[in-house]
């Protein structure tokens, strides 16, 4: 039952960590940058980026340790 639950929640953290990283902003032009006069179209504020970076760390701490946790066998 408790592995079931933590199996759960790990599958989605890992969706909210992949969701979470695709919502940052990028940090060069890329292909983008070729046609646009230098200035670009979306901006961000910082203290947005750095929630999201706070987020994205949480989160990545929290797939990893139940990762962990439920390949170590710990539960059984």
Not at 7 to 21: D, K, N, Q, Y
Not at 30 to 40: D, E, Q, R, T
Request: charged fraction near 5%; aromatic fraction near 8%.
């Amino acid at each position: 039952m408790l592995i079931t639950i933590l199996g759960w929640l790990w599958a989605a953290t890992a969706v909210l960590l992949i969701i979470s990283v695709l919502l940052h902003s990028p940090k060069g032009d890329g292909m983008g940058g070729l046609a646009s006069s230098g200035s670009s179209m979306f901006t961000s504020a910082r203290s947005a980026e750095n929630t999201l970076n706070r987020i994205s760390w949480t989160l990545l701490a929290l797939f990893m340790g139940l990762a962990v946790v439920l390949s170590a066998g710990w539960l059984n």
